[in-house]
């Protein structure tokens, strides 16, 4: 299932890979912050050409660039939505620099979904869970997350052969209009559940058997170490911030219409 | 009837799990289809009904090209039984599960009523008619899910791994059943890596390794032949196992049957005192 | 002091309209071997879960009756604190292994326990060895084989040094072949750990031969018990509907029809073999 293929982290190896979870996550929410200080388009380009080199050096470009097509139709609405609102409550008049204006919001947007999109498709679901674990998250739900990322293959694999059983009574997921086709899914859905629940009850039978809840002081097999390329990162993250804060306050940017 | 040619199958992003597989299997045939896991038996029998088709070759089921026609048609003949009954229970009654298959093949409401009868009682499970099939327990289960598929009458019936989880008891049971379908003319094709109840029901045997079939024989000489065995990770059958240690003296070697084997140990070791 | 002892368990789930056990005593002192059998429904599941405590306290509902493990009265004790004396495998390997690889899995239990991480990563090694499965200690355990998962499922438990190791029907889903490996793996601790071991099984063709202490179960109660070579040629077993190993029957066979064999039940296909070889000779 083609869905659940996104979702599978590839195991690649690339620095951008290997840097600490924690740092990067503190990287996207300076971009995330910068973005949200400008509402120019000069800084907001920057910050978006800012990424590229993240994206090469970690070889996601083709999966990157489909996330930004995704995002493209909620891009495209933003724009659409921000001209013509201003277009209507300011007397059907539309001037250039409000063109602008809502052209940079929506870079703005754009800038925030990249950036995320690189965070995701540069960091694997164990290094998730183990940033999780050593953050000050109840451990519950550092599990819950794991758990939930392990057995995504399991449940699709599970799903496909729900579904041919029942295909093999019978059952014709693609015939009827759409009501009919919506209640073909219960004979799928029902077991997907019932077996979901019953799943639950053994992985719980195996936690409690392994000392689930023994004492709050959990410890950790492996453990989350910073290298040079995470302090380096870091020095980036607050150059970024500390010059993007002296120029929101000190520096006037100029709108392109001005330049033009 | 079931005519396999060199079917080659691969799944999407992965290995080729059929290379090539040719086989086939006359109406009224008892066939068990064994191997490794992995080796593509399930995979090689979901073409069967269409729920996969061959990426080259082909199948055909009574004569119809699997690819040329869908899974709910070929179903009608071929009734598949999957591993696990909770993959396929959803109803609120043990009736309406078996009236289920009934319902998507376009049976007349009064036919059903009869079918749904006769499953029942098949499967002894007439006093559960309404109730939940979520509070029987995993055999009972089982048979909801088998009576489920014998309710439309197919032709040739698939189990897949039938024997796992079950105990002695439930084993013998089942091994009767398939005797009883077979007596009633139909098609059985069994998967599984259960030796001892292959040996017990000496069918035709199919060996399949990486995608290909192996062996393919009278269930007698496949299992008890040790270098195809190996060849395929499957274990000989006890009684099997005793005769080839006794391969020195002179016995047999395919004895399988737990009474033809007392009958030539008797014979044997009479003969030897000259008694 | 035996490491187990029941008195008169008898337990009946919540909502159930009759014990699953009744009135089991048995007693099993520290090394053996003892494999629990009996038809479907026949209590062995549950007799499994008193021993670690999930009876009562995950499936509350009432236990009556007087249990030790380990010298320790489990009614009375929290189920993380069974979990350093018995460990418990169960029989569906996918729904036992909750990490992203084998090795942060195998370390869970010690994780749970706060153990310090340099002694974690010396138990889990050790653990992984003993079960062969060091090599595949990265791997997720979705990719890795059922037999494969389950010996990750036993070095999890073995991980935490437990006196007793409990296992479930841990190969009903495994082909023969993975099941003989599980079993001599299962073998092997018993004899050079020490490690006590209950083994609840259909398959006694292939583990009758392990054991000197049999339990039968049926309907809740325990029927039989003792040498399995007196159990397995008992009237009572083969009514209950035990699946008795095709090389015990044959020797029955063999015998009523007046062959002259050795007395000791045979439990294998080697000591079949062996015993008509020697009937053979001395002709």
Known sequence: MSIFDGLRFRKVYSPIHNLDPRIKFVYVISIFVCAILFAQIIPLLLLFILQLPFVLLARVQRQWLRSLRGASFLAGLIFVINVATTYFTSGYTLTASNVEYAASLTLRFVVLIESFSVFFLTTSPDHLGLALEESRVPYEFAFAFTTAVRFVPVLAEEAQTIMDAQKARGLELEKGGLLKRIRNYVPVLIPLIVSAIRRSLELAEAMESRAWGATKQRTNLYALKLHRGDYALLAITVGILATAVYVHFFVSIPTIISLL | ?275 | MAIIETKDLTYTYPGASKPSILDVSIKIEKGEFVLITGPSGCGKTTLCRCFNGLVPHFYQGELKGEISVASIDTLKHHTYEMAKHVGLVFQNPENQLFALSVEKDVAFGLENVGVPREEIRKKVDWALNLTGIYDLRERSPHEISGGQQQRVAIASVLAMEPEIIVLDEPTSFLDPLSAEKIFEVIYDLNKKQGITVILVEHRLDLTAKYTNHLIVMDQGKVRLEGNPREILSSEETRLIGVGIPKATLLYQMLKKDGLNLNNSTPLSSEELAAQLLEALKSR
């Open chain 2, 1 to 275: 009837m079931i005519e396999a040619e060199n079917v080659h199958f691969s799944y999407p992003n992965k290995v080729e799990a059929l290379k090539g597989v040719s086989i086939t299997i006359k109406d009224g045939e008892f066939v068990a289809i064994m191997g490794q896991n992995g080796a593509g038996k399930s995979t090689f029998v979901k073409h069967f009904n269409g729920l996969l088709k061959p990426t080259s070759g082909t199948i055909r089921s009574d004569g119809v090209e699997t690819t040329k026609s869908s899974v709910a048609s070929l179903a009608r003949n071929v009734g598949f039984v999957f591993q696990n009954p909770d993959h396929q229970l959803f109803s609120e009654t043990v009736e309406d599960e078996i009236a289920f298959a009934l319902k998507n093949f376009g049976f007349e409401a009064d036919v059903i009523e009869k079918r749904v009868t006769w499953a029942l009682n098949l499967l002894s499970l007439t006093q559960y008619r309404k109730t939940s099939p979520f509070l029987l327990s995993g055999g009972e289960r089982k048979r909801v899910a088998l009576a489920s598929v014998l309710a439309w009458d197919p032709k040739t019936l698939i189990l897949d791994e039938p024997t796992i989880g079950q105990d002695h008891e439930q084993k013998e049971k089942l091994r009767q059943f398939i005797m009883q379908m077979q007596t009633q003319g139909k098609t059985v094709v069994i998967v599984t890596h259960d030796v001892e109840f292959v040996a017990e029901s000496n069918p035709r045997v199919v060996l399949m390794k990486e995608g290909k079939i192996v062996a393919d024989g009278i269930g007698k000489e496949i299992l008890t032949n040790p270098a195809i065995l190996e060849l395929s990770s499957i274990v000989l059958p006890q009684i099997a196992q005793v005769f080839m240690k006794l391969k020195s003296l002179g016995f047999p070697k395919n004895i399988i049957d737990i009474y033809e084997a007392k009958e030539i140990i008797l014979k044997t070791l009479e003969s030897k005192t000259g008694k």
